[in-house]
């Protein structure tokens, strides 16, 4: 019992999205390599502190900003149905926004304006 009871735990771990898969999708969001989908022009704009949600090749992904920035990825989830969000990337410097390098969060940030 026990050892289905561990197996049953790998497997969801399993399910869940790694937030270096997440920072991959929006590398290549901001490098062009991936595409946005479904992102209401002005949304950038619009949302000065609350959650912004972007649909990106089958990802839908929800970033959260604050006063205007980009803070943290607030949730993913992937067409196959893995899912992250903040408390899988509880400690410093594992949000997938955090992965970024200054350049790609500028693109990034590029992007979402446009």
């Known amino acids: 019992m026990a050892d289905a009871r561990a ?13 270096r898969e997440v920072y991959q999708v929006l590398k ?18 619009e949302v000065s502190t609350g959650e912004m ?16 920035m980009l803070d943290y ?9 893995r899912r992250a969000d903040v408390h899988c990337w509880p400690g410093a ?3 997938p926004l955090e992965l970024l390098s200054v350049w790609e969060r500028t693109q990034l940030e590029k992007v979402l304006a446009a």
Do not use: M
């Open 7 to 19: 197996n049953n735990g790998d497997s969801v771990a399993q399910l869940r999205l790694q937030a």
């Open 28 to 45: 290549d969001l901001a490098l062009g390599v991936r595409n946005l989908h479904e992102n209401r022009p002005g949304q950038w704009h």
């Open 53 to 68: 949600r972007l649909e990106v090749d089958g990802y839908t992904i929800t970033l959260f900003k604050d006063a205007g």
């Open 73 to 81: 990825c607030a949730a993913c989830e992937a067409i196959d149905g």
């Open 93 to 95: 410097g594992t949000d």
